[in-house]
Every structure is written in C-alpha cells, then in structure tokens.
C-alpha cells in the first residue's frame, strides 16, 4: 500500500492520497474538487473487499501524478458524512468534480477497471491541448467533412499508430459517414495500448448509441407515442434514443431523466445506463455533461 498523504512532484503541492473526515470533508472534497477531481474511498478496517481495492485506487491515482486525489474516509469513524451520502455497502466510490458526484462504483472491481475509472477523472481537468493536426483534423469532423478528417486521422496514425485520439477520431469519422461496421472494426483492432483510453472509450460509447439509433423507429411516431402516453417508458427510451441519433443530445438527456424521474429501475435501470453511454460518448467537459450528471446526481441523493 503506499504511504498516506503522499504527495506529487513538490514538496509544497497538496497530497493526492490522503485520510478525511466529517471535519475536514468540504475542504478535502467539495472545495478542493473545484480544481483537479477527487475521488472519495468509503472504507473500513473490517472489510476484506476494502483490502483488495485500496491498494489498486492508491496505484492508479498516484500514477496519474496528481490530475486526480484520493480521499480516505473510514465509515467506522465518519458514520454521519456516510449517512448523508447514503452509503449502503463498502467499499463505495465516489468521484467529485466542481463540487458534485459525478461517478461511482461499489464493490471490489478489477485493476484494469479502476485505471479506466481514474484515467476518465483525470481527463475532466484537462489534457494540456492537442497536436494542430488533431485539432484540423477535428475541426473537419464539426463541419461536417467527415473524409478530410478520416484522411487526416489516417496521416497522424501513420507517423503515430497509438495516438489515442486520431485513433478515436478515425472512428469516430466513419461513423459520421454511416460506417458502422467499419467503426466497429477499427476498434476491435485498436492497440491494445491505447485500447481502453479515455477516447477510445468514448468513440465505443458512440458506436453503441448509433447502433441504437438505426433500430429506433421514426422520430415523429415516437414523439406521438410518448405525448399519447407519458407512462409509455419504452416508447420514451427509444424516443431518447431517436433523439440522440438524430443530433439532439441534449433533448434526449431532458427523456432519459425524465424516465429516471419516473422509474428508476424501469428495465434494469436502462435509463441510468443510457445516460452513462451518452455521457461516455461526451468530452468529460461538455455542458451537456456535466449538466446532466448534476441533475442526475441531485435525483439520486434527494
């Protein structure tokens, strides 16, 4: 296990692993959030599945050098701030980000899982900025000249061929053109180094709503079908998703919460789940993003 309060290069920078209180919670976490994320680890002595994924969080949030901090809180001695957040079973997760929950998990997961989790925090805050030939080449995709940007995708990749975001780019140009094979393909043949990155997570995450999105149905019957019967949960699932296929993002996040609203565990919690993907399939930092994980989040903890 690492030593608590360890610390990022300089010897006067805040630790990034470090043991919080009730006492000390808003400081360690809600204000400190503000600036880089912060994960929170709800842990007890007692608790063997605590023992496994302890060391594996301390691992990966230290190799992240200091874009993502560990906070430590022992549900033993901190019974009220657990109370308040609802924790029902340790180990619990929870990731902060401007002052809000923004993701979690509970129970034990695998090592190759929680590097995902802590990579895709560390991302919130920011990646120093692209190459210009990125930057082109995704400027191309926004307007809409899907074939420049996959050519200029394909030139990054031949003098980089695990440059996680060109290769993100590239597929995310072909399902621009309607390839969704090709896309699906390209990512079975990522480089398993760049395979689970952050980008390349996001453009599978798109990949599976566009899938979505081809077996949806019409728009316009969808959209009958809900305002004929607001309590219609599948025919609102599938008009979110008709929604989103058809570049409405932020119109199919209002259905799913809404379905959520309505029932959170409809069909396992799809609605939950639908709005991960589509949050996955986002820059961590898109509005539409951090908007719906906050209205998300507020349903969750009310």
Not at 50 to 57: D, N, Q, R
Not at 278 to 291: E, G, R, S, W, Y
Request: hydrophobic share 50%; charged share 20%.
């Amino acid at each position: 296990m690492l030593e608590m309060n360890a610390r990022p290069a300089g010897q006067d920078a805040p630790p990034v692993i470090f043991d919080s209180s009730e006492a000390t919670f808003m400081a360690d976490v809600i204000e400190a959030s503000k600036q880089v994320p912060v994960i929170v680890d709800f842990w007890a002595a007692w608790c063997g599945p605590c023992k496994t994924l302890g060391p594996l969080l301390e691992a990966a949030v230290a190799a992240a050098k200091g874009k993502v901090r560990l906070a430590k809180v022992d549900v033993d001695r901190n019974q009220r701030i657990a109370a308040q957040l609802r924790i029902q079973s340790i180990p619990t997760v929870y990731a902060f980000w401007q002052g809000q929950p923004v993701d979690g998990f509970q129970g034990a997961i695998a090592g190759s899982e929680v590097r995902a989790f802590v990579d895709k925090l560390a991302a919130l805050a920011g990646d120093g900025g692209l190459a210009a030939a990125i930057e082109a080449a995704e400027a191309m995709l926004a307007e809409g000249a899907a074939v420049d940007a996959a050519e200029t995708f394909a030139a990054i990749l031949g003098e980089e061929p695990e440059n996680a975001d060109a290769y993100a780019g590239m597929v995310r140009a072909h399902l621009a053109l309607g390839n969704l094979d090709q896309a699906e393909g390209f990512l079975a043949a990522a480089p398993a180094a760049i395979a689970r990155a952050p980008a390349i997570e996001a453009a599978r995450a798109q990949l599976a709503l566009a899938r979505q999105a081809a077996k949806a149905g019409p728009l316009a019957d969808l959209e009958a079908a809900v305002n004929a019967d607001p309590g219609n949960h599948q025919a609102r699932f599938d008009y979110a998703t008709a929604l989103h296929g058809a570049g409405r993002i932020e119109e199919a996040v209002d259905q799913l919460l809404e379905l959520f609203r309505r029932d959170r565990e409809w069909n396992g919690g799809a609605a939950k789940t639908q709005l991960f993907t589509i949050f996955d399939a986002l820059k961590p930092t898109d509005p539409i993003v951090l908007k719906g994980r906050r209205r998300l989040s507020s349903m969750i903890f009310a």
